[in-house]
């Protein structure tokens, strides 16, 4: 899916939901030795397209309505310092802040979100994303959706896009492979 160049240029700052959005949604619990332990699978692809995004200029946060570790390990190994987590998935008083923070619109916000914890911030942002896998009320405000799954790579297909929207993908990707000798 297409996003329109006038909302590309317009988006300073990208919010991702992690659970069903930069995971699939499955949440593995065990517990050794007493201690609880909570592992989470990320998509590698969708780790890239982050990287991409922030190199274009495009300041990366993560708001998730669940709170674990896991998330805070995947965040810092991509370079995401605006990492918030509420267990009551209560976003919009955490968007507040950080749009306050960084001095940034409503309207210069895109958010990839796949469940009700999303939906009152997904009704305000500039560019409304989902995953495939996106519940119905989400897929009905969002302007963008992945035909990909959450963790599956939907998050590095709403990179491209809004890369490609913005004219900026291309160069990246040379940029990226000169990096590497190629």
């Known amino acids: 899916m297409e996003i329109p160049k006038a909302t590309a240029t317009r988006i300073r ?4 939901d992690v659970d069903g959005v930069l995971t699939d949604g499955g949440i593995y619990i065990g517990a050794g030795n007493g201690d609880e332990t909570e592992f989470k699978r990320f998509d590698v692809q969708d ?10 200029g495009l ?7 669940r709170v674990s ?5 995947r965040a810092a190994e991509l370079g995401i310092e605006d990492v ?5 998935a209560r976003k919009i008083p955490v968007l507040e802040k950080l749009l306050a923070a960084r ?3 409503w309207d210069e916000v895109a958010l990839v ?3 009700l914890a999303d939906l009152p911030a997904l009704r305000r942002v500039g560019l409304a994303g989902t995953v495939a896998n996106g519940v119905p009320e989400v897929c009905r405000v969002a302007t963008w959706q992945s035909t990909r799954e959450g963790g599956r790579g939907a998050v590095r297909e709403f990179a491209e896009a809004l890369l490609h929207a913005r004219g900026q993908w291309d160069g990246l990707v040379e940029e990226y492979c000169r990096a590497r000798g190629g």
């Not at 780790?47 to 274009?56: D, E, F, T, W």
């Not at 300041?59 to 309505?65: E, N, Q």
């Not at 570790?69 to 390990?73: G, H, M, Q, R, S």
């Open 13 to 16: 700052l990208v919010v991702l």
């Open 47 to 56: 780790g890239l397209g982050i990287r991409m995004m922030r190199s274009a």
């Open 59 to 65: 300041h990366v946060a993560i708001v998730s309505g």
């Open 69 to 73: 570790a896991a998330t805070d390990i």
């Open 84 to 88: 918030y987590q509420d267990a009551g």
């Open 103 to 105: 001095g940034v619109g």
């Open 113 to 115: 979100g796949d469940d």
